[in-house]
């Protein structure tokens, strides 16, 4: 799956647990989370993407 162009994956691990994985650049960002509704993990991970993706971004008046 896609979510701003970061590739992830969510799989079922055990009943009610979801492990997910994206990377972003070279950091691979993994882990888990219990739910048993697919489609709120398959969200969770999405916020994290997000979360990630605003750390990574240059701060105003950075200049690289």
């Known amino acids: ?3 701003r162009g ?3 994956t969510v799989a079922p691990s055990a009943p009610g647990v979801w492990q997910w994985q994206f990377r972003i650049g070279d950091a691979v960002i993994s882990g888990k989370t219990e739910t048993n509704i697919r489609l709120l993990a398959v969200r969770r991970v ?3 993407i997000d979360r990630e993706l605003k750390k990574a971004a240059p701060k ?3 200049r690289t």
């Open 6 to 8: 970061v590739e992830y």
């Open 46 to 48: 999405q916020l994290r």
């Open 60 to 62: 105003d008046g950075d």
């Open 1 to 3: 799956m896609k979510h």
